[in-house]
DNA sequence: CATCTATATTGATGGAGGTCTATAGATGCT
DNA sequence: AGCATCTATAGACCTCCATCAATATAGATG
């Protein structure tokens, strides 16, 4: 099952509780949130204007190896937070808002006001 | 520095990027949610009509060691979204809306509409 | 005080995960 | 073809963490 319909049939954690199979769903993509490196890449690609950034300048945002960043995007990418394009010889990663959107409302608290 | 000081100073993801110290922060709370049983023990109290829940209600909701429950209940204490308040013999824990709150905003995605 | 119940803490253990080096694969250029 | 660059994968190492059994602490009650 794609863990963007899990997210999609999960209700608010305000609403009711989560059926343990949706709680294992809905975990495997905050523990994806869960890094500080994944969580400055994620804001990195997701802030950017044209909506894409090529790894070369992620790789250059951190005092990391290449391949720990490439690790990093492979986990935001499994889980469906960032999708992957090649163009010649750059690979290009998008946000996919869809799931950012989701994980925001099964935050959602109702108005405290 | 309290965590949710930290998470009310920190931008949405897709507004700018993260500094390395709030991603720390923020990070420490997404690690709390990325635990199958620790979202259910936050969905169980978050939707709890009274708002309150005695911990042995949700020991009861497990087949998990009373200590486990005692740990995870820590763990989601020790980032701000849940409170705990001893009443003789028993204790309750309730949520925190403000930090659950300061998450979601922190996901949320510009309309794509 | 003694004892029972409810919850937290401690210490141990097995497994998951972040990081690195080394290497592989993919693309473009000469 | 051969080489250089960009990205991904494999394997190793080390730390962190989820869980448990055992024990400690707190409150109520006899």
Redesign the interface.
């Known amino acids: 099952m794609e863990l963007l319909e899990i997210l999609e049939c999960s209700p608010p954690?305000?609403?009711?509780?989560?059926s343990?199979g949706q709680?294992?769903g809905?975990?495997?993509v905050?523990?994806?949130?869960?890094?500080?490196?994944?969580?400055?890449i994620?804001?990195?690609v997701?802030?950017r204007a044209g909506g894409e950034v090529c790894v070369c300048d992620i790789t250059d945002?951190f005092e990391l190896s290449q391949p720990t960043i490439s690790h990093h995007l492979k986990v935001l990418k499994d889980v469906g937070l960032l999708t992957s394009e090649r163009r010649s010889s750059w690979v290009y990663y998008r946000?996919v808002?869809?799931t950012?959107?989701e994980?925001?409302?099964?935050?959602?608290?109702p108005t405290?006001v």
Chains 1, 2 share one sequence.
């Open positions: 954690l305000a609403r009711e509780p989560l343990a709680a294992a809905v975990a495997r905050f523990k994806a949130l869960g890094d500080p490196v994944r969580l400055r994620l804001s990195i997701a802030s945002a946000l808002p869809e950012l959107g994980l925001s409302a099964l935050l959602t608290v405290t």
